[in-house]
């Protein structure tokens, strides 16, 4: 059961540049969030989807992109990365409405912008 | 908008109980849940309360007041273990959870 799944768990790249994280889940689940966590911050909302096709804006969603074009992949593009963006991230899944606050994380990706 | 407070950091000593309180704001409030997260590690899911009053999950237990906006976990017989980060995290109208900042829980043996 490989779960959800997130990758590259580690990246350090370059302000301007653009990065991609990927993650990828095997439940069939139908919502997938992106999360980042800063020391001071806890959790926070970046984007999120509730199907194929379907995104919306979380709490911090500037200057990053999504897209949802499969069920299973939900990758998070930051166009040009920004010493801000230093972070971890996290992709998480839910089923659906009828276990709304239950949601499954991935092991996260350490991002750093140097 | 939407908040969460709870407080940053906590310390006790095993077999020792401790509680965790949460006080939110939100609108279209759809349950209070709880969180562990240990270092490097991934948040797992703990528990959920959807009605007021008291779940019990083993050693934990979580309480809801939908008129106070107020909830709390409950951790007893405190073990190494348990030393971690708690986050409450309350469901909204449309899907997403929204976070609060984290309690960091250090047990002493």
């Known amino acids: 059961d490989a779960g959800i799944t997130q990758s590259p768990r580690y990246k350090i790249t370059e302000t301007g540049r653009q990065v991609t994280l990927m993650c990828h889940q095997t439940?069939?689940?139908?919502?997938m969030f992106w999360y980042r966590q800063d020391l001071g911050h806890g959790l926070r909302l970046i984007y999120y989807?509730?199907?194929?096709?379907?995104?919306d804006k979380g709490e911090v969603p500037d200057g990053y992109v999504v897209s949802r074009s499969k069920t299973e992949n939900f990758p998070l593009t930051l166009e040009s990365a920004t010493r801000s963006q230093t972070s971890v991230y996290f992709c998480?899944?839910?089923?659906?409405?009828?276990?709304?606050?239950?949601?499954?994380f991935g092991e996260g990706s350490w991002l750093t912008v140097v | 908008g939407q908040s969460l407070e709870q407080p940053s950091e906590v310390t006790a000593v095993e077999g020792a109980i401790v509680q965790i309180n949460c006080t939110y704001q939100?609108?279209?409030?759809?349950?209070l849940s709880w969180y562990q997260q240990h270092d490097g590690g991934a948040p797992t899911f703990l528990s959920y309360?959807?009605?007021?009053g008291l779940e019990e999950t083993g050693r934990f237990s979580s309480f809801l007041s939908r008129s106070d906006s107020y909830g709390y976990l409950l951790l007893q017989e405190l073990q190494m273990k348990d030393s971690a980060s708690y986050f409450c995290?309350?469901?909204?109208?449309?899907?997403?959870?929204?976070f609060g900042k984290g309690t960091t829980l250090s047990v002493s043996s």
């Open positions: 995290a309350v469901g909204q109208a449309g899907t997403a959870l929204i």
């Open positions: 989807s509730a199907a194929a096709d379907i995104t």
């Open positions: 998480a899944s839910r089923m659906g409405a009828e276990k709304r606050n239950t949601i499954y």
């Open positions: 939100t609108s279209g409030f759809y349950g």
């Open positions: 309360n959807a009605l007021d």
């Open positions: 439940w069939s689940h139908s919502y």
